[in-house]
């Protein structure tokens, strides 16, 4: 007997430990079917499920037990990201609360050796938290970023790039952290946006006494670093400069000043100091006019010893102060402006990120872009949605060197190795790089190893083919390589997307996959992006656990709209655990009446009209569920079945089949009880993808009562379309029903008649089919519209409600039953009211002090309560104009 409520916390533990001891998640179990494989985003080894997690990973279980139930061999690879950065501060953060204690007085090796033994303690949380969203990967493949046949891999592609050409060092600019001393990505960057001042300083033009050059900076610290001054070409008011130059204060530098587009005329004065060792844009004019590289920071922060000796070792903040001082003493500062402007944080320090010049290590990442442009261009990996291919375009067709070095302790350190001239020596072994050296030196010579690791996306890139066991040419690369589809975010469209595009065409000769679905954001109900600073993060386990795992992921793929964020709310996911409640009442009902046995049963069987309308009812929602996960619109999916389930099966079906259930006739009631059975349990495989537990829950019960199950409900086959249980006829009848209870409870509702008066109902005009449609679902009609008496007429009686249903007139005689003045009374007070509050929004939204002052979400809500509220006034008037009628 199945339990009065469902209890996922009691469920979800329960099954998925059955379905991992059973291996049903694990491939290579259907050696002749079609292989599917997805490759896992790897979570960071430090990280714990957030809500774009959650999202991320259900559309992927849907796709994944969806192509298992289809047949398929899948392989869902699951792994994690070493996390350079993060999982070294984690374990600087845990020698510090031990005593102080810093990874330089461990040394190299025992630090490495102590996050290893941080990472087998601690790490991974996120594995177990995926389980509890239900994710059904093939654990036992699970991989890890630095494991040793990852880190294999890695080896090789840094050796035979750099032997290539494609892998090279070079003095460039980098996102410099003062704090955690290395450089870090675009993505580990934040742009904050400050209240700062704008510095206008005059620089002397060389020769002409009087005559100056205003330029503006942010960042007076970095003139020093200045070696030339630009503007544009077609700017009138330097054209007699360019070629000349200006001498720079403090300092004395002759500064070339030169033409270049960079320059904005519209921009200040239109003309910008230079400084190429300090700026990204100043790089490349500087590269444009071969001027000077002139770094003054050091790693720290602080200025250098190529700044004149007074601010030599000043903090930049406090060089920052002293040189504007000393520029107004010398009576060349122009002005001051306050100014809001962006600056890039480390999103981990949180302290101001230098763009920094030093020696890092490069790939050539242009020259891997070209196939990668090539094979979106050609089709052979396509976006969805489409509109994300102009991003990647854009970012791929202007790509620049990839720094690929990390000034960190964890992670796959660089296979370089130094000779005492200098000489690199770049091999996958140390015994490799000395047998190179001794060639190249004809004797035995001492060599040190590149102190730097690489960055982590560089293993990432790698992801699709190391998991499957490159460079070895394994079985499981042979079969699942390439991937079918990649699932992640629109923000690593270029860090991991683009990369593992480059990386797959140059060494397998074949895109890592021909699909990368990129999903929404998820945000807050006000649609406002989670912040910790905000305090509007939702934490998807304490959904989980409040309301279950089923109504987290049902909710997310609900709202999977292609293009649009998630605007989520808990009363959303409320919603959808009163929808798992509605199925498993509708269990337990069928439980009740003894259906059950439905897998062995043939719909194509049936007589009764309303059970072949369910059977071409679930058919075309095997249709909608199955073009909806296919063609990635997962919220049209879950639309379907949700409407099938509530609306259909529950609301309708059940309450049409209670006469032939309760009645005398055995056959029907045989034919109707496993003819329920048999659409419960389509409900449930349809259901599947999105709810697992509780439907795999159903699908054992019932399994039990009836006639046993071949296998549990994850490893069932996924419904055809069958064009055998179509019947247009049995469509058109029960459709009419429908829609005249629906129209008898409407009119009740409208003209307020109580929920327990039975009422008659007289049909006016009616057609024969009609007539015979009346008798054969007369019981139902009665019951459900809760009506005593259904007759044809050819006069309506004063006190009469009408509406029509297709040629006939549905005639409800309500004098007697309702006050027909006092409920006219009432409803033009009711329109009255809803006339004011139309109005009084109306005054809002045009008064002009509240739409400029009013936040957007707060100016949508009032656009929805006017719509909500006009709604409400066309059903309120249409009833009054039909109780009028009446009168």
Known sequence: MLDKIYAPQEVERRLYDQWESAGAFKCGQRPDAEPFCIVIPPPNVTGSLHMGHA???????????????????????PGMDHAGIATQMVVERQLESEGDVRRQDLGREEFVNRVWQWKKKSGGMITQQLRRLGASCDWSRERFTMDDGLSRAVLKVFVQLYKEGLIYKDKRLVNWDPKLLTAISDLEVEQMEVQGHL???????????????IVATTRPETMLGDTGVAVHPDDDRYKDLVGKFAVLPLVGRRLPIVADEYADPEQGSGAVKITPAHDFNDFEVGRRHDLKRINILDQHGHLNDDVPESYRGLERYEARKRIVEDIEALGLLHKIEDHTHTVPYGDRSHVAIEPWLTDQWYVDAKTLAGPAIEAVENGSMTFVPKNWERTYFEWMRNIRPWCISRQLWWGHRIPAWYGPDGEIFVEQSEQDAHAAAQKHYGKNIELT????????????????????????QTAELKRYYKTDILVTGFDIIFFWVARMMMMGLHFMKEVPFHTT????????????????????????????????????????????????DIKLSESRIEGYRNFGTKLWNAARFCELNECTGGEKFDPKSVNQTVNRWIADEINKTVTAVTDGITSHKYNEAAGAIYHFIWHVFCDWYLELIKPLLNGTDEDAKRETRAMCAWALDRSLILLHPFMPFMTEELWQLFGELGVGRDTMLILASWPDDDPRLEDAGACAEMDWVIRLVSEVRSVRAEMNVPAGAKIPLLIRDPSEQTLERLERHKVVIERLARLDSVRSITDIPSGSVQTLLDEATLVLPLAGVIDLHKEKARLEKAIAKMTGEIGKIDAKLSNHKFMAKAPENVIQEQHARKTDAQAARSKLTNALERLKGAA
């Open 55 to 77: 999202l991320n990973n259900t559309i992927q279980d849907i796709l994944t037990r969806f192509e298992r139930m289809r047949g398929k061999d899948v392989l869902w690879q």
């Open 199 to 213: 510095w206008h300083f005059k620089y002397p033009i060389e020769g002409e006494d009087g005559s100056y050059i």
């Open 517 to 564: 679905y990129i999903h929404a954001l998820v945000r807050d109900e006000k649609g406002q992006k989670m912040s910790k600073s905000k305090g509007n993060v939702i934490d998807p386990l304490d959904l989980i656990d409040k309301y279950g795992a089923d109504a987290l992921r049902f909710t997310l793929a609900a709202m999977a709209t292609q293009g649009r």
């Open 449 to 472: 190893q590149d102190e730097d690791v690489l960055d982590t996306w560089f293993s990432s890139a790698l992801w699709p083919f190391s998991t499957l066991g490159w460079p070895d």
